[in-house]
Every structure is written in C-alpha cells, then in structure tokens.
C-alpha cells in the first residue's frame, strides 16, 4: 500500500486555532511513526507545524464549499479524518493499519474506524462489518476514511455540518459503507461541544501543560454538563429501543 493512497485531514477553521497545538501533538505522539500526509483545513493562519501541511482555504463561507476547497488540494484517493478538538491519546496501530489494508485491497467506499453505537449491519469480516443503508450518521467524517471523490460527490453547496450529516445521509444509501466491530481502536478526549469547552477536558489539556493562549471559548457550566448527561442516556435508551424493533 503506498502512502499517496491515504492523507489524514484535521478538519478545522482558523477560529479553533486554540486547539490545534494540543491535536497536532496528541496526534504524533500517539503515532509517532505515521507515514501518511498530514493536512489542517484552515483558513488564513499557518499552523507554523512542519509536521503536517496547511490547505488554507481562504474564507470560511459554509462547511461544504469550505471542505470542498480543502480536497481540491488534496492529491491522495482517500482521506481519513480527525476532529481538531479531538485529543488522541491511543492509537492501536496494527489494528488501524489493517483496517486501512483491508480498505484499499477490497476498494471500499467508506470504513469507520469508531464503533458505532448500537449499530447493525451485514458482516464483511471478522474486522468490519456493512452498515445498513437507512442507517442515521452513516456518512460522519470523525474517524471515517473514505474515498476523495466520492466524498466531493456527497457534499452539497452550501450545506452545514448537520445538514450533511442528516440530509447527505439520504443520498449516499446507494454506496456501500462499513464500520469496524473494535470499539477500542483509537482513543481520544474529545473537546468542544457547542462552542463551550468541556471542563474536564479543558482540565486535561491545562494539567499537561498546554497554556491555550487567545483562547475564545468558555467553559460548560455544572448544571449544563448534568443536563448533556441526561440527554445522552435518553438518546442511547431510545436508540437502543428503535434498534431492537427492526
């Protein structure tokens, strides 16, 4: 498998710029061997990393025109992305290289490399397995290496994140996607929610010495993080419920 196969692409905006510092070097330390191009989607500022390879895709007009600009820069067939607020402290490589082997041999449309919760689908083998075409956030880009052009076909001028993710799932049922059985493929601390740091995670990063100069965002509250807890039980009951009746 040759490199110009893959690229990885931290999908970010100038304004995270706070949080690259503490992705770049959770990222290479958790893979300090990576042979794979590296790209930040980003706007006017460099990353001033030598690590990885800035896209500055000028102005941030909307997250599909702005994503799309970034994979016209982009030479390699397939991409595998990462969140900027997303803080990888593990990555198990033997399992991540094979999955990424297994994709290019059998030319895969998609492969999720986070297990997806309460999920079903047809199995492949005994690493992944076909996600079901009605299947909601089938098409999410966290984790997910997916072909270039295929994604470019899915993306919608002028659509948002969400909306990609809830309308664009609608018109990629005719492709194939999969996602892996191993919940524990990569591990990671996950940063930003709604604009707002997630205390403990913001913690993390601040004991480990990262100072987070300029930073714009505030802290969830107390109260905020109790109610988010609430919703993620509800949401995970009602969806392990509406997954049990099919």
Known sequence: M??????????????????????????????????????????????????????????????????????????????FFIFDDSFITRFNLEEVKLIFKITIENDLDSVALRKRVFDSGK?????????NPTAKYRNSLFLNLIKKDLLLSLLKSGENAWQFE????????????????NSKLVTYEHGIVKGKW??????????????????PFENHSKFK????????IIFHIVHKFTHLLK
């Not at 995670?201 to 100072?211: A, D, F, R």
Request: hydrophobic share 35%; aromatic share 16%; net charge positive.
């Open 225 to 232: 993080m109790f109610t988010m807890k609430i919703y993620t």
């Open 123 to 131: 199995r492949f083998n005994e690493k992944i397995y076909k996600i």
């Open 2 to 79: 040759q490199n110009t196969d893959i690229a990885i692409v931290i999908l970010s905006c100038d304004k995270f710029k706070v949080t690259w510092e503490p992705c770049f070097n959770h990222l290479f330390n958790s893979w300090p061997d990576c042979s794979y191009p590296v790209y930040l989607l980003n706007n006017f500022i460099s990353s001033e990393d030598e690590r990885l390879k800035d896209l500055l895709v000028g102005e941030d007009l909307n997250w599909s025109d702005t994503l799309k600009k970034g994979l016209s820069k982009i030479k390699e067939k397939r991409v």
């Open 198 to 215: 997630l205390p403990k995670t913001y913690s993390y990063l601040k004991n480990n010495g990262y100072l987070l100069n300029g930073n």
């Open 166 to 181: 809830k309308d664009g799932n609608k018109r990629n049922e005719k492709f194939d996607f999969y996602s892996v059985y």
